[in-house]
């Protein structure tokens, strides 16, 4: 069996909201709502820290950490039981997903998720431009949605957006069941948190905090288990993104990654009309 | 059985001036209600002062107040039965009455919380039976069922003998009335287990929930049921003393005394001993001095917390309690409307405090979907606000002038009391005396 699992490492996020623009983009997710966000763990307002600053007398304590939060792909998740209709339902692979021709918009789902990851079409759907972004159909309004960890590119063998599009590999995606994955070992190697743990919701979004790991180890757009060398600790010989996938999704690209072992950096030829 | 046509009465025999200003009234509000409604499926929920994180408003407030009133009048009206005493008689018909006319109110409060209710169908083609919101769903159906059938039955063989086409075809006989009388003890059977199962399922819609405050606790289903025993019979004492004094109907006062001295016990059980239990736990373990946790245990956070104990429960059990002023009617009336309304807020609050703390709540926050209306400038919300917006009052006001007109119809055309009531319902076989 599979089971997708998102690893993000906070220590290697540089709140940049990368993930969040590209979720955005990628999901033609409507004005004024929000799948993916980057929180600031600190001060009162987005990027400030919490403490004082060391001159001047002050304390020195300035602390600050990026906390991005989207949907977490609950095990045990209350959506998916709250849901009378069966719209919020469990993939076999793990993904929760909803179908929004079930949705009666009865927002249950809003009050059973602890995580605020959910948003509702209050009115007609705006997007910008209007004929709508990436390659997802626009949903309607008086139906609830969220994060799908971009499932219409999992299904062909791609990352989400938010984990492509990441300039600090700070997002790495992959298979829990799977015990070469690199999801699978960072969780086994360094110090991972699920959000809100004690609520038993068994997220299959795991957080690093602590030490820093590596990253995510590959600059293709496709996922682990679709790359020929399903080695996670591959030097990035096998890790050229294809065409294909690249002509998938004009706004995602691997391009941003740093290359080690010589290799030569691949970047994505600017398309007319390009993204903005 | 021509004798018996003089032994029941019907409320209002025909409207006056004054009743017809009143089905104006409820029409007038309605209309409204429906105009509302109407806009507010053009433009959306965006109507609503809802949003992302304050996702239920005052529609569900309401749906769970009404849940709640429907409980009162079944209760008073079977619970004597099926102990074979034809105590509060005279309250039978007009608390099963009320009851019905509140499930109705309840059901159609869901109606605009829907985002797209021409989906509704989905309940039936493709339920989830793990969803609490399923079980409430069967539940208020087969409740808002049995009082219909319950009000029949209580009234078909008046309706006979008054030649009403309401008794569809049954005959006022004396065996009828017999096998009624057995009909009703066994739908008394089931209405108290149902009245306790519908009250416990809308408090488990609540309790369950893991992401919402105070919502996941055990004690939220006794509350509901405690709820729904002080707001139920304080609404039925309203709506008789109301019909007292306007219809036809008559009150017994000994009678309504009493059941004003239940509704002191019920307040007293409710607001006093459910909600010490509630708060004590936490209080205790939140706080390391005596006066700490004894100041955290009496003393709330919120306007709706004094609303509730103190304008809805105190000052209505000191009312109810004191002898000098109990038996007064007026006293009764205000005592139980602060009741009701107590319990209102007591609702109102069980939703602040699901909504009003967002788990998460690192800057920038929530994504709205929208403003808050006259609150922020931005789509970013750290915590819930909520306001009801005039569209939303307008429709909740015209369902409840539909629960009402359902109450004055049924003042019109149902039979509401026997004169000979203490007579005519023993349920042990106690044969009429004619």
Known sequence: ?276 | MAANTGSSRVAIPSFGGKGKLWIGLLVALMAAGIAAWGYQLTTGLIATGMRNVFSWGLYIMMFVLFVGLSAGGLIISSAPKFFHSHRYEGFARLGVLVSLACIIVAGLLILPDIGRPGRLYQFFTSPDFRSPMVWDFGIVLLYGLLNLWYLWLLTRRDLAARGSSLALGFKDTEAGRDRDRTLMFWTAAVALPTAVALHSVTGWIFATQVGRGDWFSPLVAPVFIAKALVSGLGLLLIVSVLADRYTNFEVDREELTSLGKILGIFLAFHVVYLLAAERLPHAWADHFEFWAIMSNFLIGDSVYFWLWTVVGGAVPLAMLALPPLRKRVSVIFTASVLAVVGTMFEGIRLVFTGYEVANIDSAPGISLGGEYTGITTDIWATAGAYTPTLVEIAVTLGIIAFGAFIVTLGLKYVPIQRVDAELSYATDGGKQDQ
């Open chain 1, 1 to 276: 069996m599979t089971k997708h699992g998102l690893v993000i490492d906070q220590e290697r996020c540089i709140g940049c909201q990368a993930c969040a623009v590209s979720c955005k983009q990628e999901n033609n997710v409507p004005m004024g709502q929000f799948w993916n966000r980057v929180l600031t763990e600190g001060g009162e307002k987005m990027d400030t820290p919490s403490g004082g600053y060391p001159e001047d007398g002050g304390s020195g304590s300035l602390d600050m950490q990026y906390q991005p939060t989207a949907c977490q792909h609950c095990e045990n998740a209350p959506c998916v039981k709250v849901c009378p209709v069966n719209a919020t339902y469990t993939r076999d692979d793990g993904i929760v997903e909803i179908d929004y021709d079930k949705c009666i918009g009865c927002r249950y789902c809003m009050a059973a998720c602890p995580y605020n990851a959910r948003v509702f079409n209050w009115d007609e759907p705006e997007h910008m431009p209007e004929e709508g972004t990436g390659d997802v159909e626009a949903r309607p309004q008086g139906v609830v949605e969220k994060c799908t960890f971009c499932s219409h590119r999992v299904d062909e063998g791609l990352d989400p957006a938010c984990v492509v599009n990441c300039p600090a590999d700070a997002r790495i995606f992959g298979d829990l069941d799977d015990e070469s994955s690199t999801v699978s070992k960072y969780i086994d190697k360094y110090e991972t948190d699920q959000l809100l743990e004690d609520r038993g919701t068994d997220p299959n979004t795991y957080y690093i905090s602590g030490e820093m790991s590596p990253g995510r180890p590959q600059t293709s757009d496709k996922m682990e288990s679709e790359l020929d060398d399903v080695s996670p600790w591959s030097d990035g010989d096998d890790d050229v993104p294809s065409k294909e996938a690249d002509s998938a999704g004009g706004e995602s690209s691997g391009s941003s990654h740093s290359v080690e072992g010589g290799e030569i950096p691949y970047a994505t030829p600017a398309k007319s009309g390009g993204d903005d």
